[in-house]
């Protein structure tokens, strides 16, 4: 539970942060929000989706497509295997995720297939190669912890965020050059 506290707690500094960059406080009124409420791990979800959709305008580049799915793909086999109701699943939240949708469907699945294939075949090989696909949003801020807070996101739907899940999303922070602190993992 303390890792969920943590994650609130980054995730409200986050989202000041973002509000005080836009100057519209980030839609949030004063005694809303995850903290008054006991910050369940849904609350968080919610928050970490609803600071996504904030930064929807600014997502738009290929890099970030492709990190977001490789983000997307290297949570899904974190455990060293994707069964195909995972996958289908993933691909669900991808397809149906607000700020994914500014990309055509098919190429999100394409790339996520393409990820979650080299990964189940040689996982070590994929791990690398979805790194260097995480590692090219680096170069926007935005963008670089928009690709973290999907993977968590994506991580955390099914209920719980489990210590392989943390590792893959460990390892797409030291790619994007951000501290795992920042997401409380």
Same mark, same amino acid.
């Given at each position: 539970?303390?890792?969920?506290?943590?994650? !609130?707690?980054? *995730? !409200?500094? $986050?989202? @000041? =942060?973002?509000?005080?960059?836009?100057?519209?406080? /980030?839609?949030? @009124? @004063?005694? @809303?929000?995850?903290?008054?409420?006991?910050?369940?791990?849904?609350?968080?979800?919610?928050?970490?989706?609803?600071? $996504?959709? =904030? #930064?929807?305008?600014? $997502?738009?580049? /290929?890099?970030?497509?492709?990190?977001?799915?490789?983000?997307?793909?290297?949570? %899904?086999?974190?455990? /060293?295997?994707?069964?195909?109701?995972?996958?289908?699943?993933?691909?669900?939240?991808?397809?149906?995720?607000?700020?994914?949708?500014?990309?055509? #469907? &098919?190429?999100?699945? !394409?790339?996520?297939?393409?990820?979650?294939?080299?990964?189940?075949?040689?996982?070590?090989?994929?791990? %690398?190669?979805?790194?260097?696909?995480?590692? !090219?949003?680096?170069?926007?801020?935005?963008?670089?912890?928009?690709?973290?807070?999907?993977?968590?996101?994506? *991580?955390? %739907? &099914?209920?719980?965020?489990?210590?392989?899940?943390?590792? *893959?999303?460990? &390892?797409?922070?030291?790619?994007?050059?951000?501290?795992?602190?920042?997401? /409380?993992?």
């Amino acid at each position: 539970m303390a890792m969920w506290d943590r994650l !609130k707690e980054q *995730a !409200k500094t $986050l989202q @000041q =942060s973002q509000g005080a960059r836009t100057g519209s406080g /980030g839609g949030h @009124q @004063q005694g @809303q929000g995850p903290s008054s409420s006991g910050g369940s791990k849904n609350q968080l979800m919610g928050l970490f989706k609803s600071q $996504l959709a =904030s #930064a929807k305008a600014e $997502l738009k580049s /290929g890099a970030y497509r492709d990190a977001s799915m490789a983000m997307c793909a290297l949570v %899904a086999a974190a455990d /060293g295997r994707v069964d195909p109701a995972e996958r289908q699943r993933v691909e669900e939240l991808i397809v149906s995720n607000e700020v994914l949708q500014n990309f055509p #469907a &098919d190429q999100l699945r !394409k790339r996520f297939n393409e990820h979650v294939d080299r990964l189940t075949a040689n996982f070590e090989q994929g791990k %690398a190669r979805a790194l260097e696909d995480i590692a !090219k949003a680096a170069k926007k801020p935005v963008e670089a912890r928009a690709v973290v807070q999907t993977g968590i996101v994506v *991580a955390g %739907a &099914d209920g719980s965020f489990e210590p392989a899940e943390q590792y *893959a999303v460990r &390892d797409a922070c030291s790619a994007l050059g951000l501290s795992p602190t920042e997401f /409380g993992v």
